[in-house]
C-alpha cells in the first residue's frame, strides 16, 4: 500500500520541477546569454541632450545622444543606457557638448529593468580626446 502513495508523490514532485524550476532556469540561462555576449559594439559621436535617472522600480540611467545637427535636417537621436554610476556621473559633466559614446548592444533583454534600450554604454570621451 505505501508504493502507490510514493509514486503519487513522485509526480508531484515532478510535476512541481517541471512547473516551477525549469522556467526559472530557462529564464537565468536566457539573462546569462543575453547580458554575457554582445551583438555588436561601437562608437557613435554627436552632441549629449540628456542623461536621467528613471524607473518606477528599477533606476536606470537613460540618455539622448543627437547625432545630426545641421540646419534643415531633422536631427536623428540615439537613444541609450548605462548601468554605471560612474559613466553616468561623466556623462551629466559632459551633457550638451559633443561627445563619443562607446556601446554594446545586447539583444534579447527581457523587460526594462535593466534598461530601457538595447544599447548601453560602456565609456564616452569629449570629442577631440584622445
Same mark, same amino acid.
Given at each position: 500500500?505505501?508504493?502507490?502513495? !510514493? !509514486?503519487? /508523490?513522485? &509526480?508531484?514532485?515532478?510535476? $512541481?520541477?517541471?512547473? !516551477?524550476? !525549469?522556467?526559472?532556469? +530557462?529564464?537565468?540561462?536566457?539573462?546569462?546569454?543575453?547580458?554575457?555576449? +554582445?551583438?555588436? &559594439? @561601437? =562608437?557613435?559621436? @554627436?552632441?549629449?541632450? &540628456?542623461?536621467?535617472?528613471? @524607473?518606477?522600480?528599477?533606476?536606470?540611467? /537613460?540618455?539622448? $545622444? #543627437?547625432?545630426?545637427?545641421?540646419?534643415?535636417?531633422?536631427?536623428?537621436?540615439?537613444?541609450?543606457?548605462?548601468?554605471?554610476?560612474?559613466?553616468?556621473? =561623466?556623462?551629466?559633466?559632459?551633457?550638451? #557638448?559633443?561627445?563619443?559614446? $562607446?556601446?554594446? #548592444?545586447? &539583444?534579447? $533583454?527581457?523587460?526594462?529593468?535593466?534598461?530601457?534600450? =538595447?544599447?548601453?554604454?560602456?565609456?564616452?570621451?569629449?570629442?577631440?580626446?584622445?
Amino acid at each position: 500500500m505505501a508504493m502507490p502513495s !510514493i !509514486i503519487r /508523490e513522485h &509526480k508531484l514532485v515532478t510535476t $512541481l520541477v517541471l512547473l !516551477i524550476v !525549469i522556467p526559472i532556469l +530557462v529564464f537565468v540561462l536566457w539573462m546569462f546569454i543575453a547580458l554575457r555576449f +554582445v551583438y555588436s &559594439k @561601437g =562608437e557613435r559621436a @554627436g552632441y549629449l541632450q &540628456k542623461i536621467s535617472k528613471r @524607473g518606477w522600480v528599477c533606476k536606470t540611467w /537613460e540618455g539622448d $545622444l #543627437q547625432l545630426t545637427a545641421q540646419p534643415g535636417v531633422a536631427p536623428e537621436m540615439f537613444a541609450f543606457s548605462t548601468r554605471s554610476d560612474s559613466i553616468a556621473a =561623466e556623462l551629466n559633466k559632459l551633457a550638451g #557638448q559633443r561627445v563619443v559614446l $562607446l556601446y554594446e #548592444q545586447h &539583444k534579447g $533583454l527581457p523587460g526594462t529593468c535593466l534598461g530601457e534600450t =538595447e544599447y548601453f554604454v560602456v565609456g564616452v570621451r569629449p570629442v577631440g580626446a584622445p
